[in-house]
């Protein structure tokens, strides 16, 4: 099975940028979907971009415009470019795939996460 390895979060204040990266152990050609998901304390863990074929794409009004999520299969990664951080992004970002049951059921068991933190 598909593992994920999370990178590329840390510290930034408000506005600033960060770029997330996923790492899969294996191909993700074969993938239908791949999200980035985030729990803050306290919190539940939700979804906050999804990838799906031909390139869709899909984001929470909390996100839209500010998040990008793209991949390369090539290099079977998955990646969040994030603009314009605000504190409430604060969280520990996860990546995981998904099938036709939709992002809301996760294929694979949850990574380490990478934290993004934004305060100033």
């Known amino acids: 099975q598909v593992q994920f390895v999370e990178s590329g979060g840390g510290l930034v204040q408000p506005g600033e940028s960060l770029r997330l990266s996923c790492t899969a152990s294996?191909?993700?050609?074969?993938?239908?979907?791949l999200g980035w998901y985030r729990q803050a304390p306290g919190n539940q863990r939700e979804l906050v971009a999804a990838i799906l074929p031909a390139g869709r794409t899909n984001y929470p009004d909390s996100v839209k415009g500010r998040f990008t999520i793209s991949r390369d299969i090539s290099k079977r990664a998955v990646f969040l470019q994030m603009n314009t951080l605000k504190p409430e992004d604060t969280a520990v970002y996860y990546c995981n795939q998904f099938g036709l049951r939709g992002s809301s059921y996760p294929l694979t068991s949850w990574g380490q996460g990478t934290q993004v933190t934004v305060s100033s």
């Open positions: 294996g191909s993700i050609a074969g993938i239908y979907g």
